[in-house]
């Protein structure tokens, strides 16, 4: 495969593809299956090109322990205070409701994929036939993780927030080396919230450049600003939290967006992407009839043949019809050769030409 794109569920995805919109659903369920299908109804109503989940259990996440370490510190987290065995409980996706979601995403028209955790999820996904793997941030140094889902063969979308170039390097040869030759990277900020300056949306191009590999966005961030600027450098795909409601309290709700702000997400990268265009100089297609509008020379009053021309009888107005301005200097003091009318497009058939 050209590693200047990849193919999932049939859409090409890649610099010259519109950007691949993935609406994350992790824990905005909020415990309840039903609120899962409407997140997935409100994806497809946004206009989005595929949903993840994220497949694990609290006892494949951590133990269920106290102590340093086991508990959300941070207090600029959402989760500050939460013990990490009580908040994975709290965020999964059970999995007997991945074939519900599944089955949901396929009545609407979009694939469904998921993040595996430890090799029993990659089975478990398998078994499900979803058309390709994420690795997470945190998981982009767990080598044998990473070798067990190239090994399916189906493309891989790696995140590697908080990655260090060696990180990077290891996990992108663990893949190769176990098959994979489908492979996106994702610049992510592994903050939550991200804040726009901690974003370094110029790493984009950077990794593109020296991992030779298509790169998109997991973006935290609030509001599309920093997605749209994104695909300005060259993001293929761009993954978000999405949930019914912020002010509804789920696990991932404060950093999510909500349906109608992912709807905006859809149609701005997309413009974005369509405004990049080519590097070219001159005259676009669009800007043909705006020609017309530019100054250009005209005869601003009536002239005899014969009569010279003046600065009173030449004038650089619009439309653009006649010679260029920068002629102005070079037509005054000629003579036309013939009676000319007020109005007209100067031309160099109206002047006699100086005798050389």
């Excluded at 859409?11 to 994350?24: C, H, L, T, W």
Aim: with cysteine.
């Amino acid at each position: 495969m050209n590693d200047d794109c990849v193919i999932i569920a049939g859409r090409r995805v890649g610099m010259n593809e519109p950007p691949f919109i993935v609406a994350e659903l992790s824990g905005n369920h909020g415990g309840e299956l039903a609120t899962a299908l409407a997140l997935v109804d409100a994806a497809a109503d946004a206009g989005v090109h595929a949903v993840k989940l994220q497949t694990y259990t609290p006892d494949t996440m951590t133990l269920d322990c106290e102590g340093r370490g086991f508990a959300v510190d941070d207090p600029a987290s959402p989760w500050h205070g939460q013990r990490l065995y009580d908040l994975y409980g709290q965020a999964s996706t059970p999995w007997d409701w991945h074939a519900a979601i599944f089955a949901r995403c396929r009545e609407r028209g979009l694939p469904a994929f998921s993040t595996p955790f430890d090799a029993q999820a990659v089975d478990f996904l398998e078994a499900l036939d979803v058309p390709c793997h994420k690795i997470s941030s945190f998981e982009c140094t767990d080598l044998p993780l990473i070798r067990r889902v190239a090994a399916t063969g189906k493309p891989l979308i790696l995140s590697v927030g908080m990655a260090t170039e060696q990180e990077i390097g290891e996990a992108i040869a663990a893949a190769r080396g176990a098959g994979c030759r489908e492979l996106v990277l994702l610049k992510c900020t592994s903050t939550y919230p991200a804040q726009p300056w901690d974003m370094h949306l110029r790493t984009i191009p950077l990794l593109r450049e020296q991992f030779g590999c298509p790169v998109g966005l997991s973006d935290h961030s609030l509001g599309i600003g920093v997605a749209v600027a994104a695909v300005a450098l060259g993001a293929v795909m761009i993954e978000k939290h999405l949930t019914l409601s912020r002010a509804g309290g789920a696990v991932d709700a404060a950093f999510s967006m909500e349906p109608q702000e992912f709807a905006q997400l859809v149609i701005e990268t997309e413009r974005a992407w369509q405004a990049l265009g080519e590097a070219r100089i001159g005259p676009s297609v669009g800007e043909q009839a705006a020609l017309a509008c530019r100054r250009s020379l005209y005869i601003a009053r009536d002239l005899k043949a014969g009569e010279v021309v003046t600065a009173d009888s030449l004038r650089a107005i619009r439309p653009g019809f006649g010679l260029a301005p920068k002629y102005y200097d070079s037509i005054l003091g000629l003579r036309v050769v013939r009676d000319v009318a007020a109005g007209t497009p100067a031309s160099w058939d109206l002047f006699e030409r100086p005798s050389t």
